[in-house]
Every structure is written in C-alpha cells, then in structure tokens.
C-alpha cells in the first residue's frame, strides 16, 4: 500500500505542477473530486480495516504482556516492562505516513469540496473589466445554490433556484473555453433585445436610466473615466466609460459564436436578441471589457453563480463588504 499511496500522490503533484507550469489547462473542481474520492476510500479502509488490525495487534500485545506478567508473578520474579509496553502500544496504534496524507486529510477535503461545490465558492478579480464595481485583487465570494444547486464537474443542475436578473452580477464558465471562469453583469435575459450604441444601453427599446456620479480616478492607468449611476436591476450600480474609445465595431473585433446571427453590428455599437436559455453579459467598465457584444451569449449550463461579496482585499480593507 506504501507503494501505492506514493504512485497515487505522485499523479496528483504531477498534475497540479503541470497545471501550475502551464503545460496542461486545469480542472480545480475535477481535482477536488477525486482528491475527495481518493481519500475517501482510504478513509473507508482505514476506518474498517486498517485501524482495526492496529488495534487488534495493540490488544494481542496487551494480553501476551498480561501473560508473561501473570507467569512471571506465579514464579516469583519481578518484572516491570509498562514503559516499553506503553511504547510499542503507541506504535502499533500509530498511523503510518500513506493513512496520514490520505485517510487523514479526508474530513478537511471533504468539506471544501462541499461547501465550494453547493454553499459558497472564493474567487479572485483579475483584470479592471467589472470596475468600478470590483477591483483587482477584490476576493469575493460566489453564492452557488442562488441559480438552482448543480453537480460538480458536470455542472448539471439539480435544482431550479432564481432565474438570473438583469444586474446581477454572475461568475460563469467562459463560452469559448468552459475551463475559465469569468465575471460580468447581466445585461440581457432570454428574449430581450439588447442594443448598445453610441455607448449607451437600451433593453427592448427601454433606455436604461443613467444619472452622472463624480469622475472615477482608475489607479492602475492613473486616468479619471466619466462615471454613472446605473439603473439596470433591483438596485443602482456603478460603471464607466472611455470617451477616447469609439463605440462601434469591426468585423476582426467580433468571433463567431452560436446565435451570431441574432446580433447586428455597425459603426455605433451592437444590437442582439437574446435567444431563450442565454443571457447577455457585460463589464461595468464598459469600454474595456471582453464581454457578450464580442464572444457571444452565456448558456444557463455555463452559470456558476451569484457574486455578492468582497471578504478581502489586501490593499485596501475597505474593500470588505457587499456590492450591487
């Protein structure tokens, strides 16, 4: 079993350091399901067999010294082993290093993959494209029963939940590569027409309501962006735009997508119905972010969750608190 545990443990460093490396493109939620799986049934094994046969072999150790005792006090002779029998008690009862890194870790494995899997995932903002709302190096966390309760890896679900509303803000397996998770807003949900041009939204014809809020100062470009309040869900948000940029678009900025035919581009923006089971996602930072007007709609199967927190942020602790 030695062996074994040393092979099982070497695949999984081999494929975390190739992840790391980049030599391969990894699955968290898949690692952690075996690593749950795995340690699981050392779990079992050691809870119903292995741990018995120690404590068997601690048991026959006992009687055999009670023996020898019991013979050694009928003939007369004293004896006192307790310490030594006390040391090999303890080291037949110990648990050898390949239970320990298996069996041992398995209640602490256990309860990530559960509680990331059905309860609440960390993530990690990495790039300016929902700022001002999130900033980068915002860790926020991800409500994953909000949208209905799905497996993990399969990301089948379970549960129906709430439908996604406009405003939301929700974390999703990227279309063109599931393997990556992204964060937008919900702009567009099945059915609506969303038309921005000229930098401004409208839903179904609707303008949505912007009123002006003082200029954003962006520290990363040390730039101030024009900045406005937001009316588009149940609660006003913020975002920005870059006047600098045009608003249009080129045929070599848009990729091809299922349902590209339901988007019309032009030299003012982009105008798209959304079809049903879709949503339509974009960035606070308007002007940049890589979002639905260039890579298309995010299928219900892609959603992952509702963002709805910031627990920390190590360069400003104001950061810490909830977001619209």
């Known amino acids: 079993m030695q062996s074994l545990t040393a092979l099982v443990l070497g695949a999984f460093a081999s494929y975390i350091g190739a992840w790391y490396f980049g030599a391969i493109e990894g699955n968290f939620a898949l690692l952690l399901f075996l690593a749950s799986l795995v340690t699981g049934l050392y779990w079992l094994a050691e809870r119903f067999h292995f ?59 256990i309860a990530v993959f559960l509680l990331r899997s059905f309860l609440f995932e960390p993530f990690k903002i990495p790039s300016g494209s929902m700022i001002p709302t999130l900033l980068v190096g915002d860790l926020i966390l991800v409500n994953k029963f909000h949208y209905g309760i799905r497996l993990p890896v399969l990301n089948a679900k379970i549960t129906e939940g709430h439908k996604p509303q406009r405003g939301d803000v929700m974390v999703f397996r990227y279309p063109p590569r599931p393997s990556q998770d992204y964060i937008k807003r919900v702009v567009g949900v099945p059915g609506d027409e969303v038309a921005y041009l000229n930098k401004r939204l409208t839903i179904n014809g609707q303008p949505v309501a912007t009123s002006a809020m003082p200029e954003f100062f962006d520290e990363d470009v040390m730039r101030y962006f024009p900045q406005y309040a937001e009316a588009l869900g149940a609660a006003p948000h913020r975002m920005i735009v870059d006047k600098d940029r045009r608003g249009g678009f080129s045929e070599a900025e848009i990729g091809d997508f299922p349902y590209r035919q339901s988007c019309r581009y032009s030299v003012e923006g982009v105008v798209c119905k959304v079809p049903e089971g879709h949503y339509f996602m974009m960035g606070d930072n308007r002007d940049n972010s890589l979002d639905s007007r260039y890579w298309g709609f995010v299928p219900d199967q892609n959603i992952v969750g509702k963002a709805f927190f910031v627990w920390m942020n190590f360069g400003s602790l104001k950061r810490i608190g909830s977001f619209n």
């Open 51 to 109: 741990l018995p046969q120690r404590r068997a072999a601690a048991a026959k150790l006992e009687a055999q010294a009670l023996q020898r005792r019991t013979e050694n006090e009928r003939l007369g002779v004293a004896s006192d082993e307790g310490g030594e029998l006390a040391q090999a008690r303890e080291k037949l009862l110990m648990q050898p290093w390949w239970l320990d890194w298996t069996a041992g870790l398995f209640p602490v494995i």
